[in-house]
């Protein structure tokens, strides 16, 4: 293995070491005797919470599905108390995850025990525990991890298996610190991005809620100010026009070029909108395809039916794929937040097995409620502004996520 890892720190010269794992920490398992929970010690409140596979998973501690044991229960067991500054490991079912039981976590959860599918590693003040966590978490330490891990329908880690693991570190503990520190800043980051775009897909839930009328209404919760008429149930072709897709023979390959328009497949509906795609229509295949301007609402309509986005530009779409092109009294951005809706209908019906095809007539007939165009530029342009922070937050957080995989790759032997 290579002495040096390809990117470090100014300052930093020296050839990194490698160590068991067991050299560096005392390997610990829980209690598994006679005074081990059943489920009737367990509370969903209490004094100690007793870890289950879901509260350690890849990313850290998650403490949402939480199962408690009273003081007296935790006094009576033996190994398996968390002390601050553990490391935990899970060693069944899903192996190798890892969380820290740092200041943070110690002083959100004073009195913790892991169960029996769990390792702990307490630190003998031989490494940086901020810097072994970052390394068990890497594909180095992942890598590891499954290499050891034994048995077909349900691996395990062993106690003596954790214990053998190579841990390559740098001999400087300060080198130690600046790259754990490094790492916890990024994955703060990751996490506060994830965060703030969980927020607001749920804002945007609730909003899609309170600004739609609901159940027969004719006027929605929240309105902005001035607006005051009731909306209208209008059929979907009554909005615009109404067109299914097509595709071009595909063994004709004058009919796709690399600088033709976007020719849209559901597999490329992933996103609120759509400006480009793999596979592009040439000028002869615009002439035996289905175009549609700028602004058209795309539906899938066979198979995964109710999936939407808005194409913002010139563009073509296959035979799956049903389309409005909202008329001029109609605005875009308004129909598409509120083309939930109307998918939820034909997914319904797809799933009572009514539907599994909905064709241009039946997408036609679609009922919606709409309010006059000033309204809906309103609610459009509200709406385009909540998607716009949600994709903003996510591309930040994969950005973060390729630099903290570059980082791993590269920063550590």
Request: one cysteine or more.
């Amino acid at each position: 293995w290579m002495s040096k890892p390809k990117i470090r720190f100014k300052g930093y010269e020296e050839d990194w070491e490698q160590r068991k794992l067991g050299d560096l920490v005392d390997v610990l398992d829980g209690d598994r005797g006679k005074n081990y929970p059943t489920s009737d010690d367990f509370d969903i409140s209490g004094h100690t919470i007793f870890l289950n596979a879901s509260n350690v998973t890849n990313n850290g501690f998650l403490f949402q599905d939480n199962q408690f044991i009273t003081e007296e229960k935790s006094n009576n067991m033996g190994n398996g108390k968390l002390e601050e500054d553990d490391i935990v490991i899970t060693s069944r079912g899903s192996l190798g995850h890892i969380a820290w039981y740092n200041a943070d976590i110690s002083s959100l959860m004073p009195y913790a025990r892991i169960n029996s599918g769990m390792l702990i590693l307490r630190n003998k003040k031989e490494i940086e525990t901020e810097y072994l966590y970052h390394f068990m978490k890497s594909d180095k330490g992942q890598s590891q991890i499954s290499f050891i891990s034994f048995g077909s329908a349900q691996p395990q880690l062993t106690k003596k298996g954790v214990e053998d693991l190579k841990v390559i570190l740098p001999t400087r503990r300060d080198e130690q610190t600046q790259l754990g520190h490094c790492f916890s800043s990024l994955d703060h980051l990751i996490t506060l991005h994830q965060r703030k775009c969980e927020e607001t897909k749920k804002l945007k839930k609730y909003m899609l809620q309170k600004m739609f009328p609901q159940n027969g209404q004719t006027v929605p919760e929240i309105r902005f100010a001035g607006f005051t008429e009731d909306w209208e149930q209008r059929k979907l072709g009554e909005l615009g026009e109404i067109m299914t897709g097509s595709t071009p023979s595909t063994s004709n390959s004058e009919y796709y070029s690399e600088d033709g328009i976007p020719w849209v497949t559901p597999t490329d509906i992933n996103s609120q909108t759509i400006s480009d795609t793999p596979r592009k229509l040439s000028e002869e295949g615009m002439k035996v395809g289905r175009v549609v301007p700028a602004n058209t609402i795309l539906c899938t309509c066979i198979a995964s039916i109710g999936k939407n986005t808005l194409l913002t530009v010139k563009g073509s779409f296959n035979q799956q794929i049903n389309c409005l092109t909202p008329n001029e009294y109609n605005d875009a951005y308004f129909l598409l937040t509120e083309s939930v809706f109307w998918s939820n209908i034909m997914k319904r019906m797809a799933a009572a097995g009514t539907m599994q095809i909905v064709n241009k007539t039946e997408f036609s007939e679609l009922t919606t409620m709409v309010p006059k165009l000033e309204e809906q530029k309103k609610i459009g342009q509200y709406f385009r502004a909540l998607d716009h922070l949600i994709t903003l937050h996510q591309k930040k957080c994969e950005e973060l996520q390729k630099i903290k995989k570059f980082m791993l790759q590269n920063m550590f032997v």
